[in-house]
């Protein structure tokens, strides 16, 4: 078994190893730390001065990364949490997404920044949110998140492909998670790739009774919804799991479900959950029996208290719950 966090790490390696002009920057990387959360674990030590812990300034670290890019390299910038990307964004919005085409010619910008996201860990108001929302419609600027169905490296791969900086998301909750492999999930799902988009599958349904929309870090709490509403409600479900979540990819088979749902955890209004069923209505609207529903987290700071947290993030339960009315 392979976690989420051990697989990420094995990435970089390979990554960095394949590519002498690829450069990780971001705050207490080194060894014998190796980040916060362990994802850059051994790459200084193996990689020496391609691998740098940097001071205290998320802005400086994005900077000096979106130059790297701009000179010719390829850089990944780790944000210890994705709270503190506020503190990139005029380099993100201003200068690296701008510089892939305000020359005169098209500039390829391979910068990749990683942000560790999400709650239900109890780190508190300003180590917990999914601020998505904040960069979804900057032109030249493309949002991924990480999924335990993927393939980290390719996804590093894809984003650097594009030649504009990414964004790439990784739910906190992940790292402890396995990946899944071979198609099968558990006893009762499996899943197929499609491109950048998982879908999550009962054997032998083809057309579903809702088929929900949700972000790498929802996977878990969406599958536990899906197995309560099959159990007990006899409801099943497909769940579609998009690692590029702006542009939005092609989603598959969503015509053949009677609702549709997104899910997510970043705090509602003007959410990416918005920005999906958007792109989706007109071309669904032919067929669709209900309003597509949107679930997000409350308008609400995240309390470090575990019990008011799990009030104010997205839960099984609240996703259970919404497609029971939707469909009632």
Same mark, same amino acid.
């Given at each position: 078994m392979t976690r989420v966090s051990e697989h990420l790490n094995r990435a970089l390696?390979?990554?960095?190893e394949a590519d002498p002009h690829l450069h990780i920057l971001g705050e207490d990387i080194s060894d014998p730390y190796g980040g916060a959360f362990k994802v =850059?674990? /051994?790459?200084? =030590?193996? *990689?020496? =001065?391609?691998?740098?812990?940097t001071p205290l300034s998320e802005g400086a670290i994005t900077g000096v990364g979106a130059?790297? $890019?701009?000179?010719?390299?390829?850089?990944?910038?780790?944000? %210890? *949490?994705?709270? *503190?990307?506020a503190l990139s964004f005029d380099q993100l919005v201003n200068f690296a997404a701008k510089s &892939?085409?305000?020359?005169?010619?098209?500039v390829p910008i391979p910068l990749v920044v990683r942000c560790p996201s999400g709650g239900n860990r109890g780190y508190g108001p300003t180590h917990s949110q999914s601020p998505q929302k904040h960069f979804i419609g900057v032109p030249g600027l493309a949002l991924f998140e990480m999924t335990p169905f993927h393939d980290a490296g390719e996804l590093f791969t894809r984003m650097f492909a594009l030649g504009r900086p990414c964004l790439f998301f990784e739910d906190k909750v992940l790292y402890t998670r396995r990946m899944y492999s071979g198609g099968v999930v558990d006893d009762l799902f499996r899943y197929e790739l499609d491109g950048d988009v998982a879908r999550v599958f009962l054997d032998g349904v083809t057309e579903p009774d809702c088929t929900l929309i949700a972000s790498g870090g929802m996977t878990h709490r969406a599958l536990s919804? %899906?197995? @309560?509403?099959?159990?007990?409600?006899?409801?099943?479900?497909? !769940?579609?799991?998009? @690692?590029?979540?702006? #542009? +939005?990819?092609?989603? #598959? /088979?969503l015509e053949r479900a009677r609702h549709v749902c997104v899910v997510e955890d970043g705090s509602e209004g003007g959410t990416w959950g918005a920005e999906v069923a958007r792109l989706l209505y007109p071309r669904l609207w032919s /067929? !669709?029996?209900r309003p597509i529903s949107l679930i997000s987290a409350a308008d609400s700071v995240i309390p470090a208290a575990p019990h008011l947290?799990?009030?104010? +993030?997205?839960? $099984?339960g609240r996703i259970q719950q &919404?497609? %029971?009315?939707? !469909?009632?």
């Amino acid at each position: 078994m392979t976690r989420v966090s051990e697989h990420l790490n094995r990435a970089l390696h390979d990554l960095m190893e394949a590519d002498p002009h690829l450069h990780i920057l971001g705050e207490d990387i080194s060894d014998p730390y190796g980040g916060a959360f362990k994802v =850059t674990k /051994g790459l200084s =030590t193996r *990689f020496g =001065t391609r691998v740098r812990s940097t001071p205290l300034s998320e802005g400086a670290i994005t900077g000096v990364g979106a130059g790297l $890019a701009l000179a010719g390299d390829r850089a990944i910038v780790e944000i %210890m *949490f994705a709270d *503190f990307v506020a503190l990139s964004f005029d380099q993100l919005v201003n200068f690296a997404a701008k510089s &892939t085409s305000m020359y005169g010619r098209p500039v390829p910008i391979p910068l990749v920044v990683r942000c560790p996201s999400g709650g239900n860990r109890g780190y508190g108001p300003t180590h917990s949110q999914s601020p998505q929302k904040h960069f979804i419609g900057v032109p030249g600027l493309a949002l991924f998140e990480m999924t335990p169905f993927h393939d980290a490296g390719e996804l590093f791969t894809r984003m650097f492909a594009l030649g504009r900086p990414c964004l790439f998301f990784e739910d906190k909750v992940l790292y402890t998670r396995r990946m899944y492999s071979g198609g099968v999930v558990d006893d009762l799902f499996r899943y197929e790739l499609d491109g950048d988009v998982a879908r999550v599958f009962l054997d032998g349904v083809t057309e579903p009774d809702c088929t929900l929309i949700a972000s790498g870090g929802m996977t878990h709490r969406a599958l536990s919804a %899906m197995r @309560a509403l099959l159990l007990e409600q006899d409801l099943a479900c497909e !769940l579609l799991v998009p @690692a590029r979540l702006h #542009p +939005l990819p092609e989603l #598959p /088979g969503l015509e053949r479900a009677r609702h549709v749902c997104v899910v997510e955890d970043g705090s509602e209004g003007g959410t990416w959950g918005a920005e999906v069923a958007r792109l989706l209505y007109p071309r669904l609207w032919s /067929g !669709l029996r209900r309003p597509i529903s949107l679930i997000s987290a409350a308008d609400s700071v995240i309390p470090a208290a575990p019990h008011l947290e799990r009030e104010v +993030l997205v839960q $099984a339960g609240r996703i259970q719950q &919404t497609i %029971m009315e939707a !469909l009632s």
